[in-house]
C-alpha cells in the first residue's frame, strides 16, 4: 500500500509539473525559425528578399505588453523587407489595449512593406481593420497587391478573409486577384512570383494552386501541444489535414506558422511561440 501511495504521490508530482511547466515556461521565450525557399522564377533582383512571417498572437492570451514588445523587437533585428501576419492578432474572448497594439505594430520596420488578413478570433472585424490601417500594415482580405523591389516586374501578394465560419464563397474572395490575372494582356509585365495569405490551412484545397508560389497559413498553432514522435496531439477545425510547418503540394511551398500566442487553453509544449523568417532566392 505504502509503494502503491508513493507511485501516486509520484505521478501528480509529475503532472503537475508538466502542467506548470507548459504553462508558465514554454508559452514564454520567442523562437525565430528560418527557411530557405529556392525558386527559379525569382530574378536576381529579389534573390535574397526577407520576408517574416508572424501568426496568432491571440494578444491577451499568453502575449501582453511585454511579449509583444519582444516580438517586434525580434523582427526589426532581421532586417526585413516584408512582414505578413496571417490572422488571429485578438481573440474575441480575451481584453486588449488598442494603444499598446497599435503602438508596437506600428514599429515594425519593413523595407517594402506590412501585409496582414483577418483570422477567425479577429472579431469585431472593424477592430481588426482599424488596428491594421493604424499600424501602418496592408490589409489584404480578399484583395492583393504588388510589390516591387529594384525592378518593373512585380511579385504579387494576395489574401483571404477567415474561412472558419464558412469555406463555400472562397472562390469569391480570390475574385480581385483571379481577375487581374485573368486580364493581362500578352505585352502587360507580369508578376513573376505569386504568394497567398491565408489562415485555415486546410480550405487551399478548394484553390487552383497553380497560380500561387507560396502560401503562408497560421491556425493551427502547430498543434500548441506536442509530444516526442507522436508529434501534435489537437488542431482546430480549418487544420485538420495541414497543420505541420511545411507541406509541398505540387510546385507550390506551403509554410504554417506555429503562432506566439494560444488559444482556448494557455499551455504549449514541445512547441515554443516563434516567428517564420523566409529567404527567398534562385540557387
Avoid: C
Avoid at 50 to 60: E, L, T
Avoid at 179 to 201: F, G, Q, V
Avoid at 242 to 261: R, V
Wanted: net charge neutral; charged share 25%.
Amino acid at each position: 500500500m505504502k509503494k502503491f501511495i508513493i507511485i501516486i504521490v509520484v505521478i501528480i508530482i509529475i503532472i503537475s509539473l508538466g502542467l506548470l511547466y507548459s504553462r508558465f515556461i514554454a508559452t514564454k521565450g520567442l523562437k525565430v525559425k528560418e527557411y530557405k525557399i529556392i525558386n527559379n522564377k525569382i530574378i536576381d533582383e529579389y534573390h535574397g528578399l526577407k520576408i517574416v512571417h508572424i501568426s496568432d498572437i491571440h494578444y491577451g492570451s499568453t502575449v501582453s505588453e511585454t511579449e509583444l514588445i519582444n516580438i517586434v523587437d525580434k523582427i526589426n533585428e532581421t532586417n526585413p523587407d516584408i512582414v505578413v501576419l496571417t490572422g488571429d492578432l485578438l481573440d474575441e474572448r480575451l481584453e486588449y489595449n488598442k494603444e499598446i497594439i497599435v503602438r508596437e505594430l506600428s514599429r515594425i520596420n519593413s523595407k517594402i512593406g506590412k501585409f496582414a488578413i483577418s483570422g477567425n478570433h479577429d472579431i469585431p472585424i472593424e477592430e481588426f481593420n482599424d488596428i491594421i490601417n493604424k499600424s501602418g500594415f496592408k490589409n489584404l482580405n480578399d484583395t492583393y497587391e504588388l510589390i516591387y523591389m529594384d525592378s518593373n516586374k512585380p511579385i504579387i501578394i494576395s489574401g483571404i478573409s477567415s474561412n472558419y465560419q464558412d469555406n463555400s464563397n472562397i472562390g469569391v474572395k480570390t475574385e480581385k486577384f483571379d481577375t487581374y490575372i485573368a486580364n493581362l494582356k500578352a505585352d502587360d509585365i507580369r508578376p513573376i512570383y505569386s504568394i497567398l495569405l491565408i489562415h485555415e490551412p486546410d480550405f487551399i484545397d478548394n484553390l487552383d494552386l497553380s497560380k500561387y508560389d507560396l502560401i503562408l497559413a497560421g491556425h493551427s498553432h502547430g498543434g500548441q501541444i506536442r509530444l516526442p514522435i507522436i508529434g501534435k496531439i489537437y488542431t482546430p477545425k480549418g487544420s485538420l489535414k495541414y497543420y505541420d510547418e511545411y507541406y509541398k503540394i505540387n510546385n507550390t511551398d506551403l509554410y504554417i506558422s506555429s503562432g506566439l500566442g494560444t488559444s482556448k487553453y494557455k499551455f504549449r509544449l514541445f512547441n515554443r511561440p516563434s516567428i517564420n523568417f523566409y529567404r527567398i532566392t534562385n540557387k
